[in-house]
């Protein structure tokens, strides 16, 4: 079945740093990603979408400059965290779905396995 | 704006009892309701349901939609202590693309 894997899985790292979290489709092609955060013991809410070859769409009140969202192929997309700070501490993460040749409603999205960012 | 609500947000049961979560939503041009299990990492898909009425199982699980009432439920029978989890319920809309989900379910089975 469709694979989604997500790097790094843990991260730790000083504040004002820039990491980068990458989500790839394994065994598919993804010409949307999607990012979620989670915060401990809450849901996961949607922060951007991911758009092969063009601009991401944001949610409202999550800051473009602040997390960079580039889409360069159909299997890859990266979220960069800038200079970031201990409050974007949280579990970053993605999903795609499987949209080859199938009507896409009756594919679920899957998963990567989430990315813990942890800024000191 | 769309909105998924789940109950009861936390549960505590022993093995071998039934549980039954709950999941209402709203949102525009309904496209599918998706029920997830997540333990410490992301979350692992159960079902898809997309048409009332129509029972999905698997296993010890099964799940159906109405969406006359606009909610769903997932049975969970004879619990076991690897059932312990959080359960997130999503909806799909049409015109997008993305996922809204509820702030999920707790469940603990104790032995």
């Known amino acids: 079945g469709a694979v989604v894997s997500q790097h790094p899985s843990w991260v730790i790292c000083k504040s004002g740093t820039s990491v980068k979290i990458e989500c790839r489709s394994l065994d598919f092609q993804a010409t949307t990603m999607f990012w979620y955060r989670q915060f401990p013991k809450q849901s996961l809410m949607l922060m951007a979408t991911?758009?092969?070859?063009?601009?991401?769409?944001?949610e409202q009140g999550v800051e473009k400059d602040k997390f960079l969202i580039n889409h360069a192929s159909l299997t890859l997309s990266t979220l960069t965290v800038t200079s970031a700070h201990p409050e974007d501490s949280s579990f970053y993460i993605c999903?795609?779905?499987?949209?080859?040749?199938?009507?896409?409603?009756?594919?679920?999205?899957?998963f990567g396995d989430g990315t813990r960012l942890s800024i000191l | 704006e769309d909105k998924v609500v789940q109950s009861p947000l936390s549960l505590v049961v022993h093995e071998g009892d039934t549980v039954t979560l709950n999941c209402s939503y709203e949102v525009t041009n309904f496209r599918s309701l998706l029920w997830y299990k997540q333990e410490k990492k992301a979350p692992t898909f159960l079902f898809m349901l997309?048409?009332?009425?129509i029972e999905k199982k698997s296993g010890r699980l099964s799940s159906i939609l109405d969406k006359k009432e606009l909610f769903s439920i997932l049975n969970i029978t004879a619990t076991q202590t690897g059932d312990s989890a959080v359960y997130l319920c999503a909806v799909e809309g049409y015109g997008n693309n993305d996922m809204r989900f509820g702030a999920g379910t707790r469940l603990t089975v104790k032995p």
């Open positions: 991911s758009n092969e070859g063009s601009k991401a769409t944001y």
């Open positions: 999903s795609a779905r499987d949209v080859r040749g199938i009507e896409y409603s009756n594919q679920p999205q899957h």
């Open positions: 997309t048409s009332s009425g």
